[in-house]
């Protein structure tokens, strides 16, 4: 079981950014106002992810470290329509057959936090506020092959921050903040209200994005039976002759979830490529929202991939709303 584990964490975990990206995703399945994520050696010496959730209690501690244990689904059903970032029940069970972790949690309900380490089993009475905090340590000590793929730590600490930054693009309700060998490298505050997305946009991407940009507005014609419209496409498209645009400046959610996936991307740049004629990248922020039945989230392990059930209904929702946004006369 330790050895299916551990090939099961290589294709969930290949560098110290896509545990981070597991954590943040706990975190806020747990409900979090606040996550804060430490890291040393762009995390290959310590992930330590804090967030003040619901907390695990003391009996469940054990159960979230097991394979396929989640708390998030009970029937296959409940995955149709999966509203958690996690439902495969896998993260914690292989960062931990490759890893030090601990677990520290407390619930409404504790009078004291709990404390399990991964590697003994050990469970024992600790001290922290409502919440989680998750210390991931060494990675890879046990898979020295893997460990010799990984970069320097300037660039494990860079797609740490990314993995971070795709959260807190859609989750402007929620605090984020990002240590580096103690010091403070990034902090993005919550805010409430119908400002907060775009203040979120501003401080995540820039001043010149919101400026340089337009607002994407669009709902398909075609309505699920509740009268919802079938696709809705919102955020903000980039001016790429005025941005200095970039290939990572491309950020697309499917139903909260930030997705690579070469129907929107290739949608979004015949976009570009009809009104602006131009060869840049283009830079975004586009979120998608769809009947949740209709697009398959389980595809891969790490849940970046979707498969849409029907990908020409999305390419054609994703390409109006862009090249609307874009044709669209600027003040
Ligand atoms: P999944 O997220 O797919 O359910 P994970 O392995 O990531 O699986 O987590 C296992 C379980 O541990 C979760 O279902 C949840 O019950 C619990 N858990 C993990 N992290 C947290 C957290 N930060 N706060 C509360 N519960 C958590
Ligand atoms: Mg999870």
Redesign the pocket.
């Known amino acids: 079981d330790e050895l299916i584990s551990q090939i099961a964490a290589g294709e969930v975990v290949e560098r110290p950014a896509a545990v981070v990206r597991?954590?943040v995703?706990?975190?806020l399945?747990?409900g979090?106002s606040q996550v804060t994520v430490r890291l040393l050696a762009g995390g290959v010496r310590l992930i330590l992810v804090e967030?003040d959730?619901?907390?695990?209690p003391r009996e469940?501690l054990p159960v979230?470290l097991r394979r396929h244990?989640?708390?998030?689904i009970a029937s296959l059903q409940d995955l149709e329509a999966v509203g958690?970032?996690?439902?495969?029940?896998?993260?914690?069970?292989a960062i931990n057959s490759i890893a030090d972790m601990s677990l520290l949690?407390r619930t409404a309900d504790d009078a004291h936090a709990w404390q399990l380490d991964g590697r003994t089993g050990e469970l024992k009475p600790a001290a922290r506020s409502q919440g989680?905090s998750?210390e991931v340590r060494e990675l890879f000590y046990a898979t020295p092959a893997r460990r010799k793929f990984l970069k320097t730590d300037a660039t494990e600490l860079a797609h740490c921050i990314e993995a971070v930054r795709r959260h807190a693009l859609v989750r402007p309700d929620v605090g984020f903040a990002i240590w580096h060998e103690g010091r403070l490298v990034e902090q993005w505050r919550a805010g409430q209200g119908a400002s907060a997305h775009e203040q979120r946009l501003a401080d995540v991407l820039g001043n010149e994005f919101v400026e340089q940009s337009v607002a994407v507005h669009y709902e398909s014609a075609a309505r699920r039976p509740d009268g919802q419209p079938a696709v809705r496409v919102w955020g903000r498209a980039g001016i790429p002759d005025a941005a200095r645009s970039r290939a990572d400046q491309q950020f697309a959610y499917v139903n909260g979830r930030y997705v690579r996936d070469k129907v929107l991307t290739h949608a979004a740049r015949s976009a570009y490529e009809d009104v602006l004629h131009g060869h840049r990248q283009p830079v975004y922020a586009l979120y998608i929202e769809m009947d949740p039945s209709r697009v398959d989230v389980n595809v891969h392990p790490t849940k970046i991939e979707v498969r849409f059930r029907d990908s020409r209904e999305v390419h054609q929702a994703v390409r109006h709303a862009v090249e609307n946004a874009l044709a669209t006369p600027r003040a």
């Open positions: 597991e954590l995703d706990n975190a399945d747990a979090a967030d959730g619901q907390g695990i469940e979230a244990a989640t708390s998030k958690t970032m996690g439902f495969r029940g896998e993260a914690l069970a949690s989680t998750v």
